[in-house]
């Protein structure tokens, strides 16, 4: 009685599963189109050109790649859209940053460099950033 040799778990649908990793595989195509209604989305309410594209560089082939912009696409539009909500936001936004672009790492990071903001995402679900995460990190960065 002194040791347990066996745990079974019955019944148990999620377990082990992420919702992180809940986003499904979209095509570069979708993301680009999605890029760009968040552009223009973007572009009316903070009255400024600012762009909105992927970095350079992102591989069609790699579902892993494509899947993790795909949750940073939804991602920085619930962080953008709440940012723009504040003044203080908005106005940050409009005289620092002139264009966003998102990649992918191996680790999440958010930058602000001459005008551009990148957002980089981390290939595996369990290093992607919350909502609350990026929020902080960005309202830091800018």
């Given amino acids: 009685m002194g040791t347990i040799e066996t745990v079974t778990v019955h019944d148990v649908a999620s377990f082990g599963e992420l919702k992180r990793d809940a986003v499904p ?7 680009r189109r999605q890029l760009g209604a968040l552009e223009s989305r973007f ?3 903070t009255e400024s050109p600012l762009t909105l594209a992927l970095a350079p ?3 069609p ?9 795909g949750f940073l696409v939804a991602r920085v539009h619930e962080v953008l859209e709440s940012l723009q909500k504040d003044d203080i936001g908005r106005t940050a936004l409009r005289e620092k940053v002139k264009r966003i672009q998102l990649r992918t ?3 999440a990071a958010v930058t602000v460099s001459s005008g551009t903001l990148e ?7 369990v290093s992607w950033q919350t909502r609350e995460e ?6 830091a960065a800018l």
């Fill in 61 to 69: 082939a790699s579902a892993e790649e494509l899947r993790a912009l």
């Fill in 25 to 31: 595989v979209p095509s570069l195509l979708e993301l």
């Fill in 105 to 107: 790492d191996l680790h």
């Fill in 43 to 45: 572009r009316a309410v």
């Fill in 119 to 125: 957002l980089v995402a981390g290939l595996r679900p």
């Fill in 134 to 139: 990026l929020e902080q990190t960005l309202q």
């Fill in 57 to 59: 560089g992102v591989n």
